[in-house]
Nanobody, 125 residues
Framework: QVQLVESGGGLVQAGGSLRLSCAAS????????MAWFRRAPGKEREFVAS????????YYADSVKGRFTISRDNAKNMVYLQMNNLKPEDTAVYYC??????????????????WGQGTQVTVSS
């Protein structure tokens, strides 16, 4: 059974930074295309960023491009999301997700097979 556990969320002022971590267990993380999604209050879950199995390709939502960086350390089965210049609209629960498939855009929640429990990020103005 694959488990994903997020950590690193918290309260930060606008303009600040946070680094989210996702620990994968039960199977090597190289088996999955990995992503971060988020869900703000009253909104649908939305794509934030994703990274290919060996980390050579990364994809970002337009809203976070240039501010967030996704990375992975396959030796440690870890995925990270470095978030800089945070804005109040980044406030959400952030989820780590793993996708077993090799096709598709990797931008829709339905494509992902495994999910973490989420970590809250709150950005104050």
């Amino acid at each position: 059974q694959v488990q994903l556990v997020e950590s690193g969320g918290g309260l930060v002022q606008a303009g600040g930074s946070l680094r989210l971590s996702c620990a994968a267990s039960g199977r090597s993380s190289t088996a999955f295309h990995m992503a971060w999604f988020r869900r703000a209050p009253g909104k649908e879950r939305e794509f934030v960023a994703s990274i290919s199995r060996v980390g050579s390709l990364t994809y970002y939502a337009d809203s976070v491009k240039g501010r967030f960086t996704i990375s992975r350390d396959n030796a440690k089965n870890m995925v990270y999301l470095q978030m800089n210049n945070l804005k109040p609209e980044d406030t959400a629960v952030y989820y780590c997700a793993g996708d077993r498939s090799y096709t598709g855009t990797h931008r829709t929640p339905d494509q992902y097979d495994y999910w973490g429990q989420g970590t809250q990020v709150t950005v104050s103005s």
